[in-house]
């Protein structure tokens, strides 16, 4: 699954005008504001707290990590726009209302302004990163 061309051009705009000048245009951030709607602004609260962390195994195996504003840790995949908070379930996958939770969005903002802590770690704990998020689903 990818985002509608929209929102990827959005990204790749941020990103670009992140590079050149260390900010994001006040004319992107309503851009942002528009397509992604209530997630915007606290997903870009998420950024500025550094809360995203890429959790990479020499696998080359990647997933995301998100300190929620609740500080609870939630985890994203943004090869297929997943993430495991509750709100993810109910208003992207359930109802339909959103395109991503402020947290996959803070990834792939993070992403766009060089924003990630990186934490790299043995296959067996990425496995248990993925085993411990099933437990707290079922």
Same mark, same amino acid.
């Given at each position: 699954? #990818?985002?509608?061309?929209?929102?990827e051009e959005l990204l790749r705009e941020i990103k670009k005008a992140f590079q050149e000048s260390s900010h994001v245009p006040d004319d992107?951030?309503?851009?942002?504001?528009?397509?992604?709607?209530?997630?915007?602004?606290?997903?870009?609260?998420?950024?500025?707290?550094?809360?995203? #962390?890429?959790? #990479?195994?020499?696998?080359g195996r990647t997933l995301y990590q998100v300190l929620g504003s609740s500080g609870k840790l939630y985890t994203c995949y943004s090869s297929c726009h997943f993430c495991t908070c509750p709100a993810f379930g109910f208003?992207?996958?359930?109802?339909?209302?959103?395109?991503?939770?402020?947290?996959?969005l803070a990834v792939y903002l993070s992403q766009a302004m060089g924003a990630c802590q990186e934490l790299s770690v043995s296959e067996e704990q990425l496995t248990n990163i993925l085993l411990a998020e099933e437990e707290d689903e079922g």
């Open positions: 699954s #990818t985002l509608p061309a929209v929102a992107l951030l309503l851009g942002l504001k528009f397509i992604f709607g209530p997630s915007a602004v606290p997903a870009l609260d998420l950024v500025d707290q550094r809360a995203v #962390t890429r959790v #990479t195994a020499p696998s208003s992207v996958l359930q109802k339909s209302e959103s395109l991503l939770c402020k947290h996959i």
